[in-house]
């Protein structure tokens, strides 16, 4: 088994760092925690942005996998070769995250292939979470006519949206939904 140093995120929406785990991971794993910093994920992996590190070795896992390619098994080594397919985070979450959607497979290769700088690596970003903490997540999609079902019927949901964007959503036909949708959310 590997030791592994873990780069910790440091993103508005984290925990303070006296209540954050992935404050308390970081520190254990050797890391300089900035106590006025928030800390929201510690990434496990061999992402570009972000590699863990062997540690007691200046070798991050990306490179250690390459040199020691048996070590993902015939059947993972087939499959994806000698890079990690996932990104395991550790989150530590004090408010609401942005909206996120992410591409499949073929679009995160192509979008990596013509934009590197803003896509860092070709994998999709499948995500699944197990709360080690308080978490509340929403997940998933609506139809538009769904949509503004909710809007009408809920107005905590309303209120989250914003008056004129709910009524701009409400009101538009089916060509300008997507418009008046980017500008609720």
Same mark, same amino acid.
């Given at each position: 088994?590997?030791?592994?140093?873990?780069?910790?995120?440091?993103?508005?929406? *984290? $925990?303070?760092?006296? $209540?954050?785990?992935?404050?308390?991971?970081? *520190?254990?794993?050797?890391?300089?925690?900035?106590?006025?910093? /928030?800390?929201?994920?510690?990434?496990?992996?061999?992402? /570009?942005?972000?590699?863990?590190?062997? %540690?007691?070795?200046?070798?991050?896992?990306?490179?250690?996998?390459?040199?020691? /390619?048996?070590?993902?098994?015939?059947?993972?080594?087939?499959?994806? *070769?000698?890079?990690?397919?996932?990104?395991?985070?550790? &989150? %530590?979450? #004090?408010?609401?995250?942005?909206?996120?959607?992410?591409?499949?497979?073929? &679009?995160?290769? $192509?979008?990596?292939? #013509?934009?590197?700088?803003?896509?860092?690596?070709?994998?999709?970003? /499948?995500?699944?979470?197990?709360?080690?903490?308080?978490?509340?997540?929403?997940?998933?999609?609506?139809?538009?006519?769904?949509?503004?079902?909710?809007? #009408?019927?809920?107005?905590?949901?309303?209120?989250?949206? *914003?008056?004129?964007?709910?009524?701009?959503?409400?009101?538009?036909?089916?060509?300008?939904?997507? %418009?008046?949708?980017?500008?609720?959310?």
């Amino acid at each position: 088994m590997l030791s592994l140093r873990c780069p910790a995120q440091n993103y508005a929406w *984290g $925990r303070p760092a006296e $209540r954050s785990e992935v404050a308390k991971l970081a *520190g254990l794993n050797g890391s300089t925690v900035d106590e006025s910093k /928030p800390f929201a994920e510690l990434w496990v992996g061999t992402h /570009p942005s972000g590699p863990a590190v062997i %540690s007691g070795h200046d070798t991050t896992l990306k490179q250690w996998i390459q040199a020691h /390619p048996e070590a993902l098994g015939d059947e993972v080594l087939k499959r994806f *070769g000698t890079d990690l397919p996932y990104l395991f985070k550790v &989150l %530590s979450v #004090q408010t609401a995250l942005s909206i996120q959607s992410h591409p499949d497979k073929k &679009l995160a290769e $192509r979008l990596h292939a #013509q934009q590197p700088q803003d896509y860092k690596d070709d994998n999709h970003k /499948p995500e699944m979470a197990l709360a080690l903490e308080d978490f509340e997540a929403l997940c998933g999609f609506v139809s538009s006519a769904e949509l503004k079902e909710q809007l #009408q019927q809920q107005p905590e949901l309303r209120l989250c949206v *914003g008056e004129e964007a709910a009524s701009a959503f409400l009101q538009a036909e089916s060509t300008e939904a997507k %418009s008046a949708l980017k500008a609720a959310f």
